[in-house]
């Protein structure tokens, strides 16, 4: 079944970690996205691929990285975690046509102590 | 620029009434519009769309949205609410670059 999943769903870390945060999807999908969005907040635009070996910066100064070496994967890591960076971290893709929708992953929801 | 209005943060309604989740949008061009709808810990979840042709849009779970062009206007509707609809509700329009622009969210809490 074609989907979208992020590992892992809940992770607690302490201050100076590196982490990377998954999101693989089997939909054959160009664009990957990721959002960070606290609980029941706005979705804030961190990083987007329009496809492999390209990355963006979106609206919000993130610091974590992206890379995208294949299709389906587009991990976000974060070199050294900090409690600013507690939230919630959304993945999506989407198709390239003008009328494709979003397609969501459940969410990483990241504890930094 | 394109943008996304939800003006309310929460709208509540008793169960059984019909719900009206607003959403107006700023954009140059023809509107793609999109609402999604989140539910606790979860990614968002795809509802409906409008893209062209009939105003009236019927999506999933009962959802339908109502495109007004005069009023730069894609409410959300539902004839009859269920306490299983509390939930956050986004709107979003697609920009010139293919990218979906959020609205900030409505927080919809249906009493019983």
């Known amino acids: 079944e074609a989907d979208i999943y992020q590992t892992p769903r809940y992770l607690v870390i302490g201050t100076g970690k590196k982490i990377t945060l998954e999101c693989s999807q089997t939909m054959g999908h160009d664009k990957m996205y990721w959002y960070q969005q606290d609980p029941g907040m706005e979705l804030h635009l961190i990083h987007y691929s329009y496809g492999v070996n390209s990355t963006e910066k979106g609206d919000l100064s993130s610091e974590s990285t992206v890379s995208r070496i294949r299709t389906e994967h587009f991990p976000l890591t974060l070199e050294s975690a900090r409690p600013s960076h507690t939230s919630q971290y959304l993945c999506a893709s989407s198709d390239i046509g003008r009328h494709a929708g979003y397609t969501f992953g459940s969410g990483t929801r990241l504890t930094v102590v | 620029a394109q943008s996304v209005a939800q003006p309310e943060d929460q709208v509540n309604v008793a169960e059984g009434n019909p719900l009206t989740v607003k959403c107006t949008y700023s954009?140059?061009?023809?509107?793609?519009l999109f609402w999604y709808v989140q539910y606790p810990n979860r990614g968002l979840q795809f509802l409906l769309k409008?893209?062209?042709?009939d105003n009236l849009v019927k999506g999933s779970y009962g959802f339908e949205a109502e495109f007004n062009k005069s009023q730069t206007s894609f409410h959300l509707k539902k004839p009859s609410a269920l306490v299983s609809d509390s939930a956050l509700y986004f709107c979003?329009?697609?920009?010139?670059?293919?990218?979906?622009?959020w609205g900030a969210g409505t927080k919809l809490i249906i009493k019983p």
């Open positions: 409008y893209i062209t042709g």
């Open positions: 979003a329009v697609r920009d010139s670059n293919y990218q979906l622009i």
């Open positions: 954009v140059s061009g023809n509107p793609y």
